[in-house]
């Protein structure tokens, strides 16, 4: 995968985001073993801080068996699919089950709480599903596209594309 290039940081910075990206990919770990800890939020963070210090390091963890297709399709196809929102979702309402039913809780911060956890679903559900990186771009109204794209090969092309001579008053 090709990045941006890595901005200029000091190697101190650098080795900062390295130790936070080393503590939010143990907490991702955590989350697959543990029912109540979320994976998928401290993988986007490890990412976030890999990304900009050591990106090569972030290859590495797209390229991992468990981690790399939730990333890849955050970073490349732009959403979450539907069984990992559903484990998310999930993995909150389980906690919340758990948290009332071990510690005793008011009820105003059960309120609270059924507040947050639905605020947080809402969230969740809300990320788009990932798309294909090659879709085609949306088609157009068939008339338009014969006044503005006289080239049927290739719907997409400009009228300077085609007829770089072509001026303003021909158009």
Request: with cysteine; glycine share 4%; net charge negative.
């Amino acid at each position: 995968m090709t990045h941006p290039p890595v901005p200029q940081i000091s190697w101190t910075r650098r080795l900062l985001y390295l130790g936070c990206a080393a503590f939010f990919f143990s907490l991702a770990v955590l989350g697959m073993i543990l029912p109540i800890v979320p994976a998928t939020p401290f993988l986007l963070v490890t990412s976030y801080f890999l990304v900009r210090s050591f990106p090569k390091l972030n290859d590495l963890l797209l390229d991992m068996p468990y981690f790399g297709p939730i990333l890849y399709d955050w970073e490349v196809r732009k959403g979450i699919k539907a069984s990992v929102k559903l484990q998310a979702i999930a993995t909150v309402v389980l906690g919340w089950g758990i948290s009332i039913w071990l510690f005793p809780i008011p009820v105003w911060a059960l309120v609270i709480m059924a507040v947050l956890v639905t605020i947080g679903i809402l969230v969740i559900y809300r990320v788009p599903e990932p798309r294909d990186p090659l879709e085609a771009k949306p088609e157009r109204d068939q008339e338009e596209t014969r006044t503005d794209y006289p080239d049927p090969d290739n719907p997409y092309a400009s009228p300077h594309e085609i007829d770089p001579v072509r001026n303003d008053s021909q158009t």
